[in-house]
Structures are given as structure tokens and as C-alpha cells.
């Protein structure tokens, strides 16, 4: 105690006097000891207190907010990293330090549930609790800071950005937000943003009143119920970049994953799923449909033909939107040419598109027909978009011919060397859908004697498989040398399955009491031999033919055709005997064709995506 006395300032000294006695006093051995033990515990007590607040800690709000300063809420976000911190530390306890500290911020306000923009398009929730109370000031925790500099927005959002979750007041019981509203979606249990086919829908109210399409989130988790699917998430691919909102409905729409999960698809590979929301338009609203494809007019009792819609194993196809797909084929021609298989395929178009336009008066046969049976060419103009959807009649593809016999008569034959006489006019087109196989199961092609003619030479006998390869080898010759692939795309569509039961179409075969699809593929019939011949050729042809296989989808549909509803009307034979006059080979509309536009929809727009990327 002398040694400390002795260096205390007598009548308060001076200043220098003062600070050598307190260094003097701090010379010993114990003092120093307890000023480095007193001041490493005061460390360690302050970083405790700091780094581990405690909501019962009256401290922890204190050091928090020394802590939290405005380089967490700043503009410059991209700096909320682990170092962040320090200047507000320095600048707390060294206020007039060289450190430049910026004025205090705000935190931004705590986004709202029905909020127009959100961060959480599509990311999953990280390991957190999921809410935090609402305080004034708000402390952000690590996994809530700012997104980098080129922090994503409603316009330009994907899946590869870094964003977290908002903080929400009153969190809402399964729902995750978009980039324009709030959706209800499944629970979802992978947060990884990978790409996968079997992702869960999104369905938002609007689709739900409309009866739409799920879009796939490609999020790997499961998928969502199918029976809600949003129309409009199919929009134009041209018309949209990836990660655009679509105006209409407010949902956001990765066309990247989307894309994608169409293209590694099998469209034809799936089952028919029975969907509310179908037919894709009122059965009875279109009136251009042909009575023998009338089914609901001509008194068919049973509606649920009309209901199912083709879902295949690996993705979902579009709802087709007949207002986009007019968009998409503005200025364009689109030709069927074939059989009345393609006829049917052509009205349930022209009826689909039809009823999507403002002003139906501006859609009109080019020639005013009202019936679309017996001539050789039909064209419907759609005026507003100067876009006409046509059909050629053509069943065979190659032409019927006249030639004399040897009793001077003419007879029937079919010119396996020359295309259809209407070929000419259609060859210009922007868009060619062909198709021919029901008149080769008819009795005169299926004998082959004394039909089938190459040049001047009619064969005695032909087998009707060898005629088939015959006549579609002069089709794709055709094709390679008129059809210009740099500004026509061709499809050929597939043998639509017939459903006769105990005769054909003209020996009394019916197929009146089958009112559900086939739902076991071990009772499907084995694949066509000549749909076998006609892949051969497509594949060693120069132009790229895209083959729409429908052929298994329709063999499930035994119900779909009109059978004994095809006409309204009856002949005196017909009305004594009318389970011998059926129709099991055409389809009722709306019914099976309209899924095939649903595939021709969706072959368009991939097409129309990959030319954008060439």
C-alpha cells in the first residue's frame, strides 16, 4: 500500500505527473493481471451477449442493435455478408472514428400475404422459423439478408436465383407466392431447385373456377391433383421471355423448365383421365360440326365421352387456349390432307379456334358451305387474324385413277405413282398435317386384284402391305422434292384405332353399348404392320416428317365414336335394323380428335421455341 501512495499525486499534480503515476500503478505484477483478466472477461461477456441474444435477456436487444447496422438493410446488399458488421461495432464504442457510418435506415417493411411481387416465386423455405413478430426495430437473421447486387425481380425471376423466403405476418396454411399472387400448392418436400417431370402444379383461384391444367413446377416433389389446369400458362413462346409474368392470369412461367419437360416427353405414351373441366368447348355451341360427328345433337344420352382428357406419363400437355394459338398462327396456313379421319381432326380445330375469337361473324367457309361433305376442298378464314385452317380431301395420299378394261368400260384403279391431284395447291402451305389408312382396310385395297396400277401396269395382285410401302415411299418422294422445310412444318398423323364388335362397318359391326374407355393396355391391339412400313420411310426421308402416334390413345377409346348417333334422321332400313348401321371408326365432337389438337398445340410450340434459339 506504500508503494501505491507513493506515486499518488500530491495537490492534484499535473497532467503529466498524472498519467506516469497511473502507469506506475499499473507496473505491478497483480494489477496488471487483474486489468488483462478484468478485460478479457468483459470481451467475452460482451460477444456472448451479442452473438446469442436471448428473448429474456433485457441485454439482448441493446447489443443486437449494435450489431445490426446499416449495412444489413442498406442499399448495398450485396456487402450483408459475414464481415458486414464491424464499422457499427467500431462506430459504437469510437463514435468519432475515421469510419464513415452512414445515417441510420429502416428496415423495408414486412411484406404482405396478397403482396403483387415476391422473392419466393419458386424456392423453397430454408431451415427456419417460419414467421417472426413484427417489431419495430426489425433484426434480420443471417438467412434473411439481401440478395446480391443483381437481386432478381417480377420480370426476370428463374429458379437459379438466390432468394429467400419473406417474412410473413399471419402465415398463410399452404400456400407459397408467385411473382403476381398468392397460390395454393401441395406440401412440398425437396427445397433443391432441380429440374424434374413430375413436379407439383401450381392452381390458382382462377384456374380453379375455370377447370384448367396444372403447370408443372419442376421441383421434384409430387405431383399436385390434375383436375385444375390453368389455361394460359401455354401463351405464345415468342411472345414471352423466361421468367415473364403472364398478364392475363399473374402467373410466372419458367418457359425453360417447361419446355424442357415437353421435350423429353412422350405425348403418346400415357392413359385418359376423366376432368370437370372438359370438353374444351360447350357440347351443342358448334354449329359447323357434321351431323355424323354429332353425337350430343343426335341424341347420344351418356356425357362422359366427352370428359376425358389424354395425360401423358411424364409431363402434362397444355390446355389448348384457342386464342393463343390463333396468336401463334397469325398470317398462316394450316392444311389438313387426308381421309374423313382428318376431317374429323379439322372441324374439332376449326370449332376449338372458332369459339375463341371476339366476332364469330369474321369466321366463314371461304365458299359459304355449310356442309363439309362431297367436295374435294374446304378452307375456313379466320378474317381478324388472316389465318385459314383447310382441308383436302386425299385418302389414299396418292391419286384414284379411271382407266379402260378390256370390255371397253372404265374401272376403278389407284395410281401408286402419283400423289393426290390436289397437292399443288396445298404444297405452299405454312403448316401440312397428312394422314391415310382407314380406305386401305376397305375390301378392294385389302385384295389387291386387279386395283393397284404403277404407270401403265395394273397389277393382277399386290398385297395391300407392299401397295401401302408403295404408295407412301411416292408421298415422301414428293414431299422431299415440293415441300420447302425451311418454311413448312409437316406432320403425319397416325392410324386411328376402329372399335367394331361381331362385323365391320358394313356387316353389322356395333360398339353402341361401350360407354367407358379400355383401361387395361393388355386388351389393346398389336401395333398396325402398315403404321410399322410408314416409320420406315419417314426415317429415310430428307425432310423432317414429325409422326403424331395416336394410335394406342385411340384404341383406349372404345366409347368415343358415334355408333348408333351418327345421323338423326334413319333410312326405312335403318330404322328396322339400326344396330347394323353403326359408326365405329369416326369420333363424336367434342370428344378424342380435340386431344389431337392438343398434341398439334404442343408440337407447335416446341417448334416454335427451338427456331427461336436457332
Given amino acids: 500500500m506504500a508503494e501505491v501512495t507513493k506515486y499518488q499525486p500530491i495537490n492534484g499534480g499535473n497532467l503529466v505527473s498524472d498519467v506516469k503515476s497511473l502507469f506506475s500503478i499499473l507496473k505491478t505484477k497483480r494489477t496488471m493481471a487483474f486489468a488483462y483478466g478484468f478485460m478479457f472477461a468483459f470481451v467475452v461477456f460482451t460477444a456472448f451477449l451479442a ?3 436471448s428473448s429474456s435477456s433485457s441485454f439482448s436487444p441493446y447489443f443486437s442493435n449494435i450489431f445490426t447496422g446499416s449495412s444489413f438493410v442498406g442499399s448495398n446488399s450485396s456487402n450483408a455478408g459475414s464481415g458486414s458488421q464491424y464499422p457499427s461495432f467500431i462506430s459504437y464504442f469510437f463514435p468519432n472514428s475515421s469510419i464513415q457510418q452512414s445515417s441510420p435506415v429502416m428496415p423495408p417493411p414486412v411484406p404482405e400475404v396478397n403482396s403483387s411481387r415476391s422473392s419466393n416465386v419458386t424456392t423453397q423455405p430454408q431451415p427456419q422459423p417460419p414467421t417472426v413478430e413484427k417489431e419495430p426495430p426489425r433484426v434480420k437473421n443471417r438467412t434473411e439478408e439481401s440478395v446480391p447486387e443483381n437481386k432478381p425481380t417480377a420480370g426476370n425471376l428463374t429458379r437459379d436465383s438466390v432468394v429467400s423466403p419473406p417474412i410473413q405476418t399471419q402465415p398463410p396454411v399452404g400456400t407459397v407466392k408467385n411473382d403476381t399472387q398468392t397460390t395454393p400448392v ?11 417431370r413430375n413436379a407439383p402444379p401450381v392452381v390458382d383461384d382462377q384456374a380453379k373456377s375455370s377447370g384448367m391444367k396444372p403447370m408443372p413446377l419442376n421441383n421434384g416433389s409430387s405431383r399436385a391433383e390434375e383436375k385444375n389446369v390453368p389455361t394460359n400458362f401455354t401463351a405464345p413462346l415468342a ?4 421468367g415473364e409474368t403472364n398478364s392475363d392470369s399473374g402467373e410466372s412461367v419458367n418457359q425453360k423448365d417447361w419446355v424442357e419437360s415437353l421435350k423429353n416427353c412422350d405425348f403418346f405414351d400415357g392413359e385418359w383421365v376423366l376432368d370437370d373441366s372438359y370438353p374444351l368447348y360447350k357440347p351443342g355451341s358448334c354449329l359447323l360440326i357434321d351431323e355424323q360427328f354429332n353425337c350430343h345433337l343426335n341424341g347420344r344420352p351418356d356425357k362422359n365421352y366427352e370428359k376425358f382428357r389424354w395425360k401423358p406419363k411424364k409431363c402434362d400437355l397444355p390446355r389448348l387456349d384457342g386464342g393463343r394459338m390463333l396468336d401463334l398462327l397469325k398470317g398462316k396456313r394450316l392444311v389438313f390432307v387426308g381421309d374423313s379421319l382428318n376431317r374429323n381432326m379439322w372441324e374439332s380445330l376449326v370449332c376449338i379456334l372458332r369459339n375463341s375469337v371476339k366476332d364469330q361473324s369474321n369466321v366463314f367457309e371461304a365458299h359459304g358451305k355449310q356442309v363439309f361433305r362431297g367436295e374435294a376442298a374446304y378452307s375456313f378464314i379466320f378474317k381478324d387474324y388472316n389465318f385459314t385452317v383447310e382441308f383436302f ?4 395420299l396418292v391419286r384414284e385413277w379411271e382407266m379402260p378394261d378390256k370390255n371397253g368400260k372404265t374401272k376403278e384403279t389407284l395410281r401408286l405413282d402419283l400423289v393426290g391431284k390436289s397437292s399443288d395447291q396445298y404444297k405452299e402451305a405454312d403448316i401440312i398435317v397428312f394422314n391415310t389408312g382407314h380406305w386401305w382396310t376397305h375390301e378392294k385395297t ?18 395391300v402391305l407392299e401397295a401401302f410401302r408403295k404408295a407412301i415411299t411416292t408421298w415422301a418422294r414428293w414431299v422431299d422434292k415440293n415441300i420447302n422445310p425451311m418454311k413448312s412444318i409437316v406432320f403425319f398423323r397416325g392410324y386411328s384405332a376402329s372399335h367394331f364388335s361381331g362385323g365391320q362397318w358394313n356387316s353389322g359391326g356395333q360398339c353402341d353399348s361401350e360407354i367407358q374407355p379400355i383401361k387395361n393396355e393388355t386388351y389393346l391391339r398389336h401395333y398396325p404392320p402398315k403404321m410399322v412400313v410408314l ?3 419417314l426415317k429415310g426421308m430428307k425432310t423432317h416428317v414429325t409422326y403424331l402416334n395416336i394410335t394406342k390413345m385411340t384404341d383406349f377409346r372404345k366409347d368415343g365414336h358415334p355408333s348408333i348417333y351418327r345421323k338423326q334422321k334413319l333410312t326405312e332400313e335403318e330404322r328396322r335394323s339400326p344396330l347394323r348401321f353403326q359408326d365405329c371408326s369416326h369420333w363424336c365432337l367434342p370428344g378424342v380428335p380435340d386431344a389431337w389438337n392438343e398434341i398439334l398445340y404442343a408440337e407447335l410450340l416446341l417448334k416454335q421455341q427451338q427456331q427461336k434459339r436457332t
Fill in 239 to 242: 411472345s414471352k421471355q423466361k
Fill in 51 to 53: 452473438f446469442n441474444p
Fill in 446 to 463: 385389302s385384295r389387291g386384284k386387279d386395283y393397284y396400277q404403277e404407270g401403265s401396269h395394273v397389277y393382277e395382285e399386290l398385297n
Fill in 186 to 196: 401441395t406440401e412440398v418436400k425437396d427445397s433443391n431447385q432441380t429440374e424434374s
Fill in 393 to 396: 380431301v386425299s385418302p389414299f
Fill in 535 to 537: 416409320e420406315k420411310v
